[in-house]
């Protein structure tokens, strides 16, 4: 990310006493320890001009459930709005707000896209990284079918429902290998990782990659 | 079981609310037509013949996915005689001779079945005239008995939505529901001023053209888009689950050619 | 009640996922069903936005919802039907039985409502000594199979056509065929004496009307018309929220049930009945009843976090999107509604933390909510009930692995307002995680809880160096993004 933001003469600041959005502690249903760590987050990041996270369900958290956490505390919920307002997510930012597609990036080969479910239907999501593979010199996009169903991460439902989880990754792995893709692409670290690591236990050589490694020409 | 007023209570408790009850029905029930409503009376009332034949095109379209077969008749009589041509080549489904019911209607009068039908010796049941004395049990079961087994049932309608290609029928004396549901075979007449374009149409004649204080439409609606189907067997469409396995509809219309006459609907 | 069977949520589920025949008839409805639906929601002329139109309407109605019930059994009384107002499934149930009594009856024709799935209707009148035969094409299959439904719109979608020849070989005496035409046939046939001879017809009610006292009934095939005129007694059960104010709000509801329930304009029959046979009509009940079951919504409506899940017009749009009920199918979820909605609704009605696996068993994908005809945000209200879960004493202390949860999110709500406990954590665990990792610098076993993960998948490892440490390192580094 860093490369991409430096090629854009942009000023990047990386707080590094951050820790977490959250999100993990809120969708278990633990709200009271989920709000510890966005009172933290707020503080920590709403000075900035504008704050870019390379994870859509991040930033989907702070957009639409922050409001939420502190609904009983206006000013915090104030403070909240305010932030998600200036908080986008990694493609969001390169294509709607800064306007730019090529950031030079380079991938001999096929890419297929995973549309995680955060980025794409609660920040609609779509389009954006779209365009920027389309920039990406060498590459070759393919669609798979279904490309905006789940994963199957979904968070603890990973561990907790190993099975569901597994069947759902599996029908994921099957159309993308159906796409004839040498690597899969995502906006979301957790999608990301969910895919990974089943391609790898089937030892296939499809590679994963964030979009951001894609861009930056891993 | 409880009483009305406790559960009810109940049900307002859960809500909060209390009272505001003349101010939250006069906004949740509407007392008179509102703008919209009377935007759509006033294009029903003032539909010409020309936009019927639209109307009626749209019917022919949306009827075919669902096997709905509409049939464009100049007058009675030819109508008439495409209803003794179907029932000449179709054979009944279930044992026993062939025989038709009918509704007691006056589209349907005009057509004269029985002397028709007469030809190929299929008898045409109609319900009796009400004449002000109850129908007894032993009427009533002679009246199932003869739809039962009628291979055709023939009735008029009281609206065709065009939108959906749906009949729409009240329940009244001489119009029973069984004679569009039993048969296996459907078949309905009716006239093309009596074709509107959809449900908000429909809704709005229903409340504000039946003449009060009597809802338009009694204790009982049809309303009949196709002939019977079902997909629950692997998905797979079949049609004729347990109503009838076809309709077919003649719109009556005549060739005059297309006139601005405006035609209220009754 | 009927059965609940929610604690078998992981058992059904991993069965489910093995049965072949299953999944694939799972992805058959889902690629039918679920995709046509949001080409039909773009197609309708007013827009999608029609469902946030729909949804204001129901939530209108909801709160509302004394005044509508009020004037829908008054209206039904001036129609000729009589109102029975029952408490919970018991009261319902019992009200039905006595009517039967009352009326002698023995024979009995349903149509397909979930209502009565939920309060166990059938087994009751069964054992009443009163026969029911269920009359949908898809019910009648799955009662002479003595199962339960899987999918609320289809309920033996389950079934192969070979399976279904084979039971209707076996329990009606024809000889085998598989071919959809011919089994419809004969269960058109069989189905038919049944009508004709029936003393009771039960349905349920889709959309009452409150202004015009009628209740509505929706099908394709024709059993529910059948069921509901040629039986001498019509008993409709309701569930208290399906009700609407005006006669109009039936356009927009409608149009949006079809085309959610099955991608259509309109379903095949839809029949508005206020009351029994009037004077002059050769057909028609003679008596009327209309069943009105709270069983639990009072409670649901009460709750403003959730009284959103009684809009739900019971069309399955929801189960033919969802992820997660495309593998498990409708057992799993262990009660009459299954898919999100029932993830929603089964715990309100049979308790939150008995049914708990239905809504920590989804992916929150969202997927619902987009496929939902009156837009209700089924996500937001699994979330909630997650945390009214965790809140405890809600009816049950919490127990178990539940317990330890607590304790590890309250020390990671510690740790995360310590960057240096954080940090130090972070790297506790990159380095207890190098015994894990294998040649090929993945993790490929974990110990319990995570080893659901790496029984099936592997694990790329933490990264050597995490991203704020080389920041902190250099900020003139020329290096990349973290993992």
Same mark, same amino acid.
């Given at each position: 990310m860093?490369?991409?933001?430096?090629?854009?003469?942009?000023a990047?600041?990386?707080?590094?006493?951050q820790?977490?959005c959250?999100?993990?502690a809120f969708?278990?249903?633990?709200?009271?320890?989920?709000r510890?760590a966005?009172? /933290?987050?707020?503080?920590i990041f709403e000075?900035?001009?504008?704050?870019v996270?390379?994870s859509g369900?991040?930033?989907?958290?702070?957009?639409?459930?922050?409001?939420?956490?502190?609904?009983?505390?206006?000013d915090?919920?104030r403070?909240a709005?305010?932030?998600?307002?200036?908080t986008?997510e990694?493609?969001?930012?390169?294509?709607?707000?800064?306007?730019?597609?090529d950031?030079?990036? /380079?991938?001999?080969?096929?890419i297929?896209l995973?549309?995680s479910?955060?980025?794409?239907?609660?920040?609609?999501i779509?389009?954006?990284p779209r365009?920027?593979?389309?920039?990406i010199?060498?590459?070759?996009?393919?669609?798979?079918?279904?490309?905006?169903?789940?994963c199957?991460?979904?968070?603890?439902?990973?561990?907790?429902?190993?099975?569901?989880?597994?069947?759902m990754?599996?029908?994921?792995?099957?159309?993308?290998?159906?796409?004839?893709?040498?690597?899969?692409?995502?906006?979301d670290?957790?999608?990301?990782?969910?895919i990974q690591? /089943?391609?790898?236990?089937?030892?296939?050589?499809?590679?994963?990659?964030h979009?951001?490694?894609l861009l930056?020409?891993? | 079981?409880t009483?009305?007023?406790?559960?009810?209570g109940?049900?307002?408790?859960?809500?909060g609310?209390?009272?505001?009850?003349?101010?939250?029905?006069a906004?949740?029930?509407s007392?008179?037509?509102?703008?919209?409503n009377?935007?759509?009376?006033?294009?029903?009332r003032t539909?010409?013949d020309?936009?019927?034949?639209?109307?009626?095109?749209?019917?022919?379209?949306?009827g075919?996915p669902?096997?709905?077969?509409v049939i464009?008749?100049?007058?009675p009589?030819d109508?008439?005689?495409?209803i003794?041509?179907?029932v000449e080549?179709?054979s009944?489904?279930?044992?026993?001779?062939?025989?038709?019911?009918?509704?007691r209607?006056?589209?349907?009068?005009?057509?004269?079945?029985?002397?028709?039908?007469a030809?190929?010796?299929?008898?045409?049941?109609?319900?009796?005239?009400?004449?002000?004395?109850?129908e007894?049990?032993?009427?009533r079961?002679?009246f199932?008995s003869?739809?039962q087994?009628?291979f055709?049932?023939?009735?008029?309608?009281?609206?065709?939505?065009?939108?959906t290609?749906?009949?729409?029928?009240?329940?009244?004396p001489?119009?029973?529901?069984?004679?569009?549901?039993?048969?296996?075979i459907?078949?309905?007449?009716?006239?093309?001023?009596?074709?509107i374009?959809?449900l908000?149409?429909l809704?709005?004649c229903?409340k504000?053209?039946?003449?009060?204080?009597?809802w338009?439409?009694?204790?009982?609606?049809?309303?009949?888009?196709g002939?019977?189907?079902t997909?629950d067997i692997?998905?797979t469409?079949?049609?004729?689950?347990?109503?009838?396995r076809?309709?077919?509809?003649?719109?009556?219309?005549p060739?005059?050619?297309?006139?601005?006459?405006?035609?209220s609907?009754? | 009640?009927?059965q609940?069977?929610?604690?078998?949520?992981?058992t059904?589920?991993r069965k489910?996922?093995?049965?072949r025949?299953?999944?694939?008839?799972?992805?058959s409805?889902?690629?039918?069903?679920?995709?046509?639906?949001?080409?039909?929601?773009?197609?309708?002329?007013?827009?999608?936005?029609?469902?946030?139109?729909?949804?204001d309407?129901?939530?209108?109605?909801?709160?509302n919802?004394?005044?509508?019930?009020?004037?829908?059994a008054?209206?039904?009384?001036?129609?000729?039907?009589r109102?029975?107002?029952?408490?919970?499934?018991?009261?319902?149930?019992?009200?039905?039985?006595?009517?039967?009594?009352?009326?002698?009856v023995?024979?009995?024709?349903?149509g397909?409502?979930?209502?009565?799935?939920?309060?166990g209707l059938?087994?009751?009148?069964q054992?009443a000594g009163?026969?029911?035969t269920?009359?949908?094409?898809?019910?009648?299959?799955?009662q002479?199979?003595?199962?339960?439904?899987?999918?609320?719109?289809?309920p033996?979608?389950?079934?192969?056509?070979?399976?279904?020849g084979?039971l209707f070989?076996?329990?009606l005496?024809?000889?085998y065929?598989?071919?959809p035409?011919?089994?419809t046939?004969?269960a058109?046939?069989?189905?038919?004496?049944k009508?004709l001879?029936?003393?009771m017809?039960?349905?349920?009610?889709?959309?009452?009307?409150?202004?015009?006292?009628?209740?509505?009934?929706?099908?394709?095939?024709g059993n529910?018309r059948?069921?509901t005129?040629?039986?001498?007694?019509?008993?409709?059960?309701?569930?208290?929220?399906r009700?609407?104010?005006?006669?109009?709000?039936h356009?927009?509801?409608?149009r949006?049930?079809s085309?959610?329930a099955?991608?259509?304009?309109?379903a095949g029959?839809?029949?508005?009945?206020g009351g029994p046979r009037?004077t002059?009509q050769m057909d028609?009940?003679?008596?009327?009843?209309?069943?009105i079951?709270d069983?639990g919504?009072?409670k649901?409506?009460a709750?403003?976090e959730?009284?959103?899940?009684?809009?739900?017009?019971?069309?399955?749009?929801c189960?033919?999107?969802?992820?997660?009920?495309?593998?498990i199918?409708?057992?799993?979820?262990?009660f009459?509604?299954?898919?999100p909605?029932?993830?929603?609704?089964t715990?309100?009605?049979v308790?939150?933390?008995?049914?708990?696996?239905?809504?920590?068993?989804?992916?929150?994908?969202?997927?619902?909510?987009?496929?939902c005809?009156?837009?209700?945000?089924?996500?937001?209200?699994?979330?909630?009930?997650?945390?009214?879960?965790?809140r405890?004493?809600?009816?049950?202390?919490?127990?178990?692995?539940?317990?330890?949860?607590?304790v590890?999110?309250?020390?990671? !709500?510690?740790?995360i307002?310590n960057?240096?406990i954080?940090?130090?954590l972070?790297r506790?665990?990159?380095?207890a995680q190098r015994?894990f990792?294998g040649?090929?610098g993945?993790i490929?076993?974990?110990?319990?809880?995570?080893d659901?993960?790496?029984r !099936?998948r592997?694990?790329?490892?933490l990264?050597?160096?995490f991203f704020?440490?080389r920041?902190?390192?250099?900020?003139?580094?020329?290096?990349d993004?973290?993992?």
């Open positions: 860093l490369k991409i933001f430096r090629k854009l003469d942009l990047v600041d990386c707080p590094t006493d820790t977490c959250g999100q993990p969708n278990a249903g633990y709200r009271r320890e989920a510890v966005a009172e /933290r987050f707020i503080r000075k900035a001009e504008v704050v996270c390379p369900s991040c930033v989907h958290m702070v957009r639409r459930h922050y409001p939420d956490l502190f609904r009983d505390s206006p915090w919920r403070r709005v305010a932030l998600g307002v200036k986008f990694l493609t969001q930012f390169l294509v709607d707000v800064m306007e730019v597609e950031h030079g990036g /380079r991938f001999d080969g096929r297929t995973h549309d479910c955060q980025a794409l239907r609660a920040l609609g779509s389009a954006q365009r920027l593979i389309a920039k010199a060498g590459a070759e996009f393919i669609e798979m079918r279904e490309s905006e169903r789940c199957g991460f979904g968070g603890s439902f990973s561990v907790k429902y190993p099975e569901i989880s597994t069947a990754v599996d029908d994921k792995v099957h159309d993308i290998i159906a796409t004839g893709a040498d690597a899969v692409v995502g906006v670290i957790s999608c990301l990782m969910n690591g /089943r391609l790898s236990r089937m030892k296939s050589p499809v590679r994963v990659l979009i951001a490694q930056a020409g891993r | 079981m009483t009305q007023h406790d559960f009810i109940r049900v307002a408790a859960a809500l609310n209390a009272g505001a009850t003349e101010r939250r029905r906004t949740v029930f007392a008179r037509p509102g703008r919209r009377g935007e759509i009376l006033k294009r029903t539909r010409t020309v936009d019927r034949m639209m109307l009626l095109k749209e019917l022919i379209v949306q075919k669902l096997n709905l077969r464009s008749k100049k007058d009589s109508t008439a005689a495409a003794a041509a179907l080549e179709r009944p489904e279930w044992e026993g001779p062939k025989s038709v019911a009918a509704w209607h006056p589209l349907l009068d005009s057509l004269d079945l029985p002397a028709i039908l030809r190929q010796k299929v008898p045409v049941y109609l319900p009796r005239q009400t004449n002000g004395t109850p007894s049990m032993d009427e079961s002679r199932r003869r739809v087994t009628a055709i049932g023939i009735t008029s309608a009281d609206y065709c939505l065009a939108q290609a749906t009949l729409v029928m009240k329940t009244v001489g119009r029973d529901r069984s004679v569009s549901l039993l048969p296996s459907h078949v309905a007449v009716i006239e093309l001023n009596q074709i374009r959809n908000p149409e809704y709005a229903l504000y053209d039946g003449k009060p204080p009597d338009g439409f009694s204790n009982c609606l049809t309303l009949i888009s002939p019977s189907k997909a692997e998905l469409m079949v049609h004729g689950a347990h109503g009838p076809e309709l077919y509809l003649y719109v009556i219309t060739r005059s050619g297309p006139r601005d006459r405006m035609i609907i009754q | 009640m009927s609940i069977r929610t604690e078998r949520y992981k059904e589920a489910a996922i093995k049965d025949v299953l999944q694939s008839a799972l992805s409805v889902q690629d039918r069903l679920g995709k046509g639906t949001a080409k039909a929601y773009r197609e309708l002329p007013e827009g999608p936005g029609l469902r946030r139109t729909a949804h309407m129901r939530m209108q109605a909801v709160e919802l004394d005044l509508l019930l009020e004037t829908l008054d209206n039904i009384g001036k129609n000729g039907g109102v029975i107002f029952a408490d919970d499934a018991q009261a319902a149930v019992t009200a039905c039985i006595d009517i039967a009594r009352k009326h002698e023995r024979q009995v024709v349903k397909k409502s979930m209502v009565t799935e939920e309060i059938n087994p009751a009148l054992a009163i026969e029911v269920e009359t949908d094409l898809g019910e009648y299959i799955i002479l199979a003595g199962e339960s439904p899987s999918h609320i719109i289809a033996a979608i389950h079934k192969t056509r070979e399976q279904v084979r070989a076996e329990k005496g024809i000889s065929t598989d071919d035409p011919t089994l046939r004969t058109r046939k069989a189905l038919r004496q009508f001879t029936a003393d017809g039960i349905s349920g009610c889709n959309l009452a009307c409150a202004e015009t006292g009628h209740i509505t009934t929706v099908s394709n095939e529910i059948m069921a005129t040629l039986p001498r007694v019509h008993v409709a059960f309701m569930g208290m929220e009700v609407t104010a005006r006669l109009e709000d356009d927009i509801l409608f949006l049930l085309r959610g099955a991608a259509q304009h309109l029959y839809i029949s508005y009945i009037q002059g028609g009940p003679e008596d009327f009843y209309l069943i079951i069983n919504r009072s649901i409506l709750d403003t959730f009284r959103e899940i009684l809009c739900c017009i019971r069309c399955a749009a189960l033919n999107v969802c992820p997660v009920y495309g593998k199918g409708g057992h799993a979820y262990g009459a509604y299954s898919g909605v029932g993830a929603v609704v715990p309100l009605l308790g939150i933390e008995r049914a708990k696996d239905l809504f920590l068993g989804e992916t929150l994908c969202g997927a619902c909510k987009d496929a005809p009156v837009d209700i945000d089924l996500p937001r209200m699994l979330l909630a009930l997650r945390a009214r879960l965790t405890g004493g809600v009816d049950r202390p919490t127990e178990g692995g539940i317990t330890a949860e607590k590890f999110y309250r020390a990671w !709500s510690a740790a307002r960057r240096r954080y940090t130090g972070m506790t665990a990159r380095m015994p990792t040649v090929d993945m490929h076993h974990l110990p319990f809880p995570f659901g993960w790496t !099936s592997d694990l790329k490892p990264t050597s160096k704020t440490e920041w902190n390192k250099s900020r003139l580094v020329n290096d993004n973290p993992t």
